[in-house]
């Protein structure tokens, strides 16, 4: 799995925002290819594909984004989701260079001004409301490879491998073949299974986060993860166990959607 890392000093990125009251379903999934991220030869259709974010938490989220530091561009502006919205961005990997590989995560329990005194407390990534100036706090993460240069792209996964805050799901919108397109993640709280060592609870006294203790190493963290949501990462190395499911790709899809599951 690709480390993703900063890289907002990059221009900024137009994106469509669109808000609608929206409750999201996740479909049938099926296996994923358990690979790593590749990169293809042949060349790709280039069209932009378009991530909606839907919003089942009961609670409103920030959507948060950061990309690879390979010249990917970052978005500099992500909705904030009250409970039923959905908000879509469209992702610039037809743009110099070709591609756009990064994360999204819904930020949670969010006070102040943005640009001041903004923070979070999950996912915090700088103190802005729409766009993130540093790396997050760990978080559930959504990944994603579009690279016009692949034929197998785009490439996507749900990853648990720095903390589990709440359940995420990413769908494909519109597939019509080129690959598995199944669904990834799952919309279980595992809050509940977090190992004691691991979980942080929040100002309310409740179940917030859980915490890897090492992200390169199997753990009894890693191993509850993996015991009830198999579609999605609970360690770095994942992808390399032998008929792991937690790597999927649709080549031939319009988007995605990225539901934020309850955690209560």
């Excluded at 221009?11 to 790593?36: E, I, R, Y």
């Excluded at 706090?137 to 959504?142: D, G, K, V």
């Excluded at 996507?156 to 598995?180: D, M, R």
């Excluded at 709280?189 to 409740?206: A, E, I, Q, S, V």
Aim: with cysteine; charged share 15%; hydrophobic share 35%.
């Amino acid at each position: 799995m690709r480390k993703i890392m900063t890289a907002l000093a990059a221009a900024a990125v137009a994106v469509l925002v669109a808000l609608s009251p929206q409750s999201g379903t996740s479909a049938a999934a099926t296996p994923g290819t358990g690979g790593d991220l590749p990169s293809r030869a042949a060349p790709a259709a280039a069209v932009d594909h378009t991530v909606t974010f839907v919003n089942d938490t009961g609670k409103t989220v920030w959507i948060g984004s950061d990309v690879n530091n390979d010249a990917s561009k970052p978005l500099a502006t992500l909705p904030t989701l009250e409970p039923g919205q959905s908000g879509t961005v469209t992702i610039p990997e037809t743009a110099e260079p070709g591609h756009w590989r990064g994360k999204f995560f819904a930020r949670q329990g969010c006070t102040g001004t943005s640009g001041s005194t903004f923070h979070c407390l999950v996912g915090d990534c700088g103190t802005f409301a729409d766009h993130c100036e540093r790396s997050e706090q760990p978080t559930s993460l959504a990944e994603f490879n579009f690279d016009t240069k692949d034929t197998l792209a785009p490439w996507y996964n749900v990853s648990y491998v720095n903390a589990f805050s709440q359940p995420v799901t990413i769908a494909p919108k519109n597939a019509t073949g080129g690959g598995g397109c199944g669904t990834m993640g799952c919309s279980e709280n595992l809050l509940p299974l977090c190992p004691p060592d691991n979980l942080t609870r929040g100002p309310d006294g409740k179940p917030m986060l859980c915490t890897s203790p090492d992200r390169d190493a199997k753990t009894p963290y890693s191993d509850m993860i993996a015991a009830h949501c198999p579609k999605a990462y609970g360690w770095s190395k994942q992808d390399q166990e032998p008929g792991n499911q937690v790597m999927q790709q649709c080549a031939q899809c319009s988007g995605f959607t990225v539901t934020f599951h309850s955690a209560a």
